[in-house]
């Protein structure tokens, strides 16, 4: 089963969830997110002892939340691709407590779980890695399955994968050499559709 | 067969497993004396060469002689690479069919999974196979005539175009299997097409039989730095081969039989690679199947790959 | 006993006898196969390295070649129909020499085949019972089934015919008659066996489409008449063995049907390959027009293709058909022809482009061409000896004694 620190709405996993066993939290009225129907059980790879400065109390438990928008200082320099400029920090960081994050219904999320932060708008790719078609699997093909959190891959300030030198090509064979073909790029269908539409003119 | 060739094949093979234990006692014996220095002729004793020249096929041979055979790849290899190694042969397990998904909408092109497979699987250094081909692919299109298979660029992904991972399928009615002429490629239970190094005669046929290009030959002694050597190896796997014979990818029969990851999908860094088994179905390869948009490639040929492509 | 080891101890005499240009007509070939057999030695100890193929490209000259002989072996049977089923006694006179060469044709083959394994000395997990044997499953297992009988039954049936008019018998029909029967369909079975041997590979589409088994036998009974042609002449020229012209003749309308077949294929071939290009058409279109800049095989099979033009006219226009100059012309055209268009313009480009995609192009080694050359000189070495004794035999210049005394009590010899 998920450890699941805090839900989300049933309403953003309406038709994904399985929240029928689960009763609603009678404190906050929410229903916790439990998983998927029928996906195998697995656990997500902690994250939190990875972060740099957490605990984040470190700092902030001398600072006084401050939600306005402003030019971010050192250490925390981010720029916000994610979302192209449309999220402040507190769409995902819980304003008034610094070591958790927070899911879109408000309520907090362990940065171990951060994935429920995500799913909560990629929802659809949430279903795929909890059902393993996106994401990576830590241990092997047939033990319990550990998978990966999200945010070990993307960056979540900025989570598209930034490209990187691919490894040495293949070779050919001891004593034999490699000639290059002339690659002449075969047009794709509409930039062949545009030359000929050119030539009519003409 | 007929019961009377099956006979005279039976007693044949009698025969010659007597002969073949006198000799590996003798071999045991030439084991012993390996404390000492090797001599200069490199140490395989001539006793040594004929039980390596007259090894059986592997599904004909019976316990005790599959030891004999492992224990003398042992020697082989400490003879030419003076490198200890492990050698088994880990039997499939039950209700176990591997199966292979990759996403190609997540692979990036990086040849991560090429390079972990030659260092898990010992391929030779020199000889430069490998058992996966990274293919770049123009985007809009899924012809392989137009596949780069050398892209250099200084970073991937390159805009326009995206990467097509390939190996061998493991197809479930696999063409090589067919073709070769001594049955020294089979699959095994567990859905893995094997070689038994030791029974090919190098005839290459099935490598014109194979239609996605994985199988490969030992053109010459495949050279291995010792201290590269992976040293945990399986008789149908990685173990070090011999000149002359083919090879291909076994998903990683070493690892994955005991519960591992093929090296290649352990190394994917996008997690692109997802491996299982196709009989489980809360496995994770089943949920693709079952859910996402899976192709396969040339699936027209009939040959019923192992092995899925898929997309987000 | 005693006589068929006389025989034998006569036909080595017959062998090693003879004028000045058959010594050095087989020292040289001796040379040669000496070369090719230390080549050989080398590829044994480097691997096969030491040749030009590669992953990409992994079958090449020798299997080529060995395709291309097949064929050859199999045009015997073009003599054989005609001596025995027709009773041509022209032909009968040297159906032996089609024969011998049906031998020589075969042991190259097989020859080009072990040469190419990685393993050699693993050959003997061929063998059924001892190794495993993968029949019926693989073709290339049929392949040795059809070829190791193919050339028993040729050696066996002149083995016994030469052997029966060595000690003054008639050769008995009614002993070799079956055997003849089946060596006629054996004969279309090899080299089908062979064309599907390749045909049978869904994943090289050159190769897989059935017109290929038509293909090699209709090119096969151009280039074996076309040899058996000019070996004749060669023949009636070095030896006092007389060579009717009748079986010349016969042998060349044969050879005119069979090159306008071939050449009505090759253009099928062409048209269904072209008209609408497909992924099917890739390897002929690097065959023929050459691909991204690589068109190694290109001039190659334009030249075959012309030659095999210039003997089709040559043989269809009657006159010319008849100047023994013009047809000899044309035999060694189409010879040459179908080597170049059967061997490498069919091996090769099977392999070009890959089945993923990649062209990598294949240029033999001077140690593969030694090692062919060799192959080709122990070809022609057995046929020259085999030939030697057939005439000898024939033409009554070997003979058994007159039968001894302690001979005639044992009849059976
Ligand atoms: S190369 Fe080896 S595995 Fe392949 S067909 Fe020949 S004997 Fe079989």
Redesign the pocket.
Known sequence: MIRTVAGLTALTFAALAVPPVTAADEETGFTPFTGYAAASEFSVVPRQGELVFFPCSQCHEFMEPDATIRELMSPHEVEFKHGQGRFWCYACHKLDNREQLVAVNGEPVSFDDSHLVCGGCHGLRHKDWAFGAHGKRQTSWTEDRVIYNCTHCHDAHDPVIKPREPMAGPGVRTGLERVAPERHEKPKVWQRRDSQEQKHEQ | MSNDSQKAGDKFDQARRGFLEKLGKAAAGAGAASALPAPAWGGASFLEAFGDMFNKQYKKMTRKEIDAALSRIRRRALRQYGVEIDCDDTPPQENVVFGYAINISTCQGYRDCVHACVKENNLGRDSQVEYIRVLEMDQGTRNLEEADHYYDPDTVPVEGKYYLPVQCMQCDDPP?VK????E??WMEPDGIVV?DYD?????????AACPYWA?H?NWSQPKLPPEEINTKTHYLGNRPRPRG??EKCHFCIQRTREGGQPACMEACPTGARVFGNLLDPDSEIRYILENKTVFRLKEDLGTEPKLWYYTD | MQSLFRFLLDGAREALRGGSMYRLWCIGLLVVAAFGTLQYIEQLRHGLMVTGMSDQVSWGFYIANFAFLVGIAAAAVLLVIPAYAFHRSDVKEVVLLGEGMAVAAVTMAILFVIVDL?RPDRLWHMIPYIGRFNFPG?L?AWDVVVLNVYLLLNLCIPFYILYSRYRGHAPSTRAYFPFVVLAMFWAISIHAVTAFLFSANSGRPFWHTSLLAPRFIASAFASGPALIILTLQVLRRVTAYPVKQSVIDMLAVIMMIAMQINVFFVIAELFTDFYNEGAHAASIHYLFLGMHGFDALRNWIWIALLMNLVAMVILTVNPWRREMRLLNLACVLGFVGIWIEKGMGLVIPGYIPTPLGEIFEYFPTGTEFAIALAIWAIGLLMFTVMAKVAIAVETGRMRAPPPSHDLAVNPEG
């Open positions: 090589c073709a070769c002429p001594v020294a490629t070689i029974w090919c005669i190098g005839c290459r046929y099935c490598m199988r030959f014979v083919v | 990685g693989s290339l």
